[in-house]
């Protein structure tokens, strides 16, 4: 089914909502997928809308990542915002940092199969092995389709060979493979849901939630909210659990603006403190 645009009705309940939680994912939805990691940066605008909407009384602002806490940080560099890294792994919410006990002790295993990689993918042009400390992705965007089957082939292979892999799973991503504990908060959708309950007492009455994301790492997300929150995939698929949809990185700047205004507009003391 071909989701819509969020419409007036999204809007008017964003607008009058007494507290609300905006979740965004990084690249694809924040900015543009770009050839590499690196590149992707955040706009002026986006640092402006984003910062002035997690100084707005009953609104919290979180951006929930596959990249290290340390990485996404940096690159949003606003104060205020909570941050989860690692599909969940590591989170600093409220300013408190907490790591998956977990993700720390399998965070060798992690270091190993970064090694093993490189070594067996090493031929490979345009490849990428990102570790992660908790994680690692092997990003493939580069790798020109003669090769791609090749590099499927020596992953795989090293895969197979690797002792830890009960304790892993292999997600895919927007041309990346990621690697990652089975245990813990290791996926978006138990890192909003823990991100939720460590808000719920920070004010009073229901909060609602609002997700924005692009990849097939977000759906997790998607799918753990409640029916009466907000899912919005980024981009043009249809295969998605949201229940709307932006075309891309700047129409998600333009509704976080629409959200910025209308909350502004409504004039009311939503209660946080």
């Known amino acids: 089914m071909r989701q819509k645009s969020p419409d007036s009705r999204v809007f008017k309940s964003i607008a009058s909502l007494p507290r609300l939680l905006i979740c965004l994912d990084y690249d694809g939805t924040l900015t543009p997928i770009v050839s590499r990691p690196s590149l992707a940066r955040l706009s002026l605008q986006a640092k402006k809308t984003l910062a002035a909407l997690a100084r707005m009384p009953g609104l919290e602002v979180a951006v929930l990542s596959g990249r290290s ?9 606003i104060k205020g915002l909570h941050y989860i890294g690692n599909h969940g792994l590591e989170r600093k919410i409220g300013g408190v940092v907490d790591i998956d006990s ?19 993918l090493k031929t490979i042009p345009g ?9 690692l992705s092997v990003h493939y ?6 090769d791609l089957p090749r590099a499927r082939r020596i992953f795989r292979s090293v895969w197979s060979d690797f002792p830890a892999q009960i304790f892993f799973q292999i997600r895919s991503g927007k041309k ?33 939630t609002v997700y924005i994301g692009d990849d097939n790492t977000d759906e997790d997300a998607f799918s ?22 932006l075309r891309s990185s700047e129409d998600v700047l333009d509704f976080l ?8 507009k409504t004039g009311r003391k939503y209660v946080s403190e």
């Not at 603006?257 to 502004?264: A, F, N």
């Open 102 to 120: 977990y993700a720390i002790r399998f965070r060798g295993f992690i270091l190993k199969l970064t090694e093993e990689l490189r070594r067996a």
């Open 141 to 146: 965007r580069n790798i020109s389709s003669r």
């Open 127 to 135: 490849v990428m092995i990102e570790n992660k400390t908790y994680s």
């Open 224 to 245: 753990s909210l409640k029916n009466s929150d907000i899912s919005i995939h980024v981009g043009n698929s249809s295969r998605t659990k949201a229940r709307f949809r």
């Open 176 to 208: 990346v493979w990621e690697v990652r504990p089975v245990y813990g908060c290791s996926d978006k959708g138990k890192a909003v849901r823990l991100l939720i309950a460590a808000l719920a007492g920070s004010g009073r009455g229901e909060m609602t």
């Open 69 to 77: 806490l340390t990485d996404i940080e940096k690159l949003v560099g």
């Open 257 to 264: 603006q629409s959200v910025k205004k209308l909350r502004s």
